[in-house]
């Protein structure tokens, strides 16, 4: 059965603090992503990865980082904690090369409900 | 962003069709994706549509107008366990997902 897992659940964390979220996949797919969903606004991309130690800005990368040195895990790093950054953050994996039609479907993981008290 | 559309909620009988719409203003895309969302669950992949037209799988259908900025989803034979939100989402280049924000299909008995 194929996997994404997210380290952690729920985390309380306060203004400041540095945060990491890790995300491993068992797929062996090349593209990960992190998205975070808060209500009435959907997913939002905030980083992707399509290789190992390669890595793009999402639409709202600001105030995040990641890290991705092995093909199986992406790490979402929040420098510096903010209180707007309270949300669900979900982890995503997905291959490069399509079914035959071009399905790249993508594989999420069970998020993480992140409070910035 | 891609400017996708969804209705907010609906709601419907069990037994019912529900037809979720999804309208997106985009210049180009290789294909659009429909996913379900239990509450406090992951995403997890309904659909897949690339070319216009119907994909049937099962008691769901997915529609996709490309000339329109058009898709649906059908949902046929609704069961109290199809109550969930269904993401409609665009994959542009690079494999990115935008998704619009949801539709929260509540069924009722």
């Known amino acids: 059965d194929v996997k994404v897992t997210q380290s952690s659940r729920y985390l309380v964390k306060r203004t400041g603090e540095e945060v990491f979220l890790e995300c491993v996949q068992d797929?062996?797919?090349?593209?990960m992503f992190w998205y975070r969903q808060d209500p009435g606004l959907g997913l939002r991309l905030i980083y992707f990865?399509?290789?190992?130690?390669?890595?793009e800005k999402g639409d709202i990368p600001e105030g995040y980082s990641v890290s991705r040195e092995k093909k199986e895990r992406f790490s979402l790093i929040l420098e510096s904690a903010s209180t707007n950054q309270t949300s669900m953050y979900l982890c995503?994996?997905?291959?490069?090369?399509?079914?035959?039609?071009?399905?790249?479907?993508?594989?999420f993981g069970q998020g993480t409900r992140l409070t910035v008290v | 962003g891609q400017n996708i559309d969804q209705p907010t909620e609906m709601t419907a009988t069990e037994g019912a069709i529900v037809q979720i719409n999804c309208t997106y203003q985009t210049s180009g895309f290789n294909g659009l994706f429909w996913y379900q969302q239990h509450a406090g669950e992951a995403p997890t992949f309904l659909s897949y549509n690339v070319l216009d037209g119907l994909e049937e799988k099962g008691r769901f259908s997915s529609f996709l107008s490309r000339s329109k900025g058009y898709s649906y989803l059908l949902l046929k034979e609704l069961q109290m366990k199809d109550s969930a939100s269904y993401l409609c989402a665009l994959q542009k280049t690079g494999y990115k997902l935008s998704f619009g924000a949801g539709t929260t299909v509540t069924v009722r008995a």
């Open positions: 990865s399509y290789d190992v130690k390669m890595k």
């Open positions: 995503a994996s997905s291959r490069a090369i399509g079914t035959r039609n071009g399905n790249t479907e993508a594989f």
């Open positions: 797929m062996d797919h090349e593209n």
